[in-house]
């Protein structure tokens, strides 16, 4: 047991010598999550607006002051024909276009009044999301506001939305952040670390020492396993208190999925260095291997559910969907250890695979 320690004391200085890898291990993770929780998100925001009122009465002028006091949308300029419409787009200067009919107040008192929203389709996600609030707001006018009373009574729909009714994009992001930090660590750095000892030619030594090769790949692992630990905690510090994104559910089940997915994710790293030869090639592995499916195909940024049949099969065998998914059951739904029964079960039934291959593939004698 003293050996064992020492070999994990040994890691462990290593590391912290390496200080490009000491970054990349602390820091990164924590612009991975700012930049995922701020930056790239399905927000739309500070939109700017065009209008063409050609009657510039009170019912208009109501619905404009309404959009301007929107978080989504920013400057708001008028047109002064309706041919100015197509060079606001072409122009880049509005990507919403709110175009009144003629004589509007008296319209709304006849009840055929009509208003036009026009967004730009080359980004058709962007125009959709720009079509939605705008028309949520000028049905919150028709409902609220003294000026529209004359309006006649209708049936107006009512939405609301679960679990993230302001519609944050952390909320979308943060898990999937999470699943991509922790392959990131565990696998990347646990393969990279055992390819440098092959590539520099020590591996060979520390396998005739003493100790059981396994126990020397195992007292490599524990350094990324405390880590990863330590990231897990600060992400998750990170999700609540900066990004405002709450662990609704049981702290519990978070931290056993969590646990299950980081030693899975090892599992994956021991697997890649039975494989590859130097670090190069283990980063490319890894890269290639684990990182582009899950941007691509763990429902982290694209609905799994939208995708063809075979991508679905495909992403199936993807550990960071099933990590993903129970991530988002429990810090956002609310649910508890019962509702992730599925996801611990498929996630320990990869573990068993995965360590069971990387073991029988790891040469304990270097060729």
Known sequence: MRQFLAFIAKEFRHIARDRWTTIILLVLPVMMLILFGYAITTEVRNTEVAVYDPSRDEATRTVVENLKASPYFGRVRYLASSDGIEDAFRSGEAGLVLAF?????????????????????????????????????????????PAFAAVPLRIVPQVKLLYNPQMKGAYNFVPGVMGMILILICAMMTSVSIAREKEKGTMEVLL?????????????????????????????????????????????????ISLEYIFLSLSLGLLVSSVASNQATALLVSAMALQMPIILLS??????????????????????????????????????????????????????????????KFKVRLE
């Open 101 to 145: 009919g003629e004589r509007f107040a008296e319209s709304l008192g006849r009840g055929d009044a009509q208003i036009l929203l026009i967004a730009d389709g080359s980004d058709p996600n962007t125009a959709s999301t720009l079509v939605n609030y705008a028309t949520n707001i000028v049905s919150d006018c028709l409902r609220g506001d």
């Open 208 to 256: 005739v020492s003493p100790m059981r090769p396994v126990l020397i790949i195992i007292a490599k692992a524990v350094p990324y396993l405390a880590l990863s630990l330590v990231n897990f905690t600060t992400i998750l510090l990170l999700s609540v208190f900066v990004l405002k994104v709450p662990v609704a559910g049981s702290l519990l089940a978070l931290i056993l």
């Open 299 to 360: 429902g982290m940024m694209f609905p799994v559910e939208n995708m063809p049949l075979f991508l679905r099969i495909l992403s199936d065998a993807i550990p960071a969907r099933w990590y993903i998914a129970a991530v988002r059951k429990v810090m956002i739904k609310g649910l508890g250890l019962g509702s992730i029964a599925k996801e611990l079960a498929i996630l320990g039934a990869m573990t068993l695979l995965v360590l069971a291959a990387s073991l029988k």
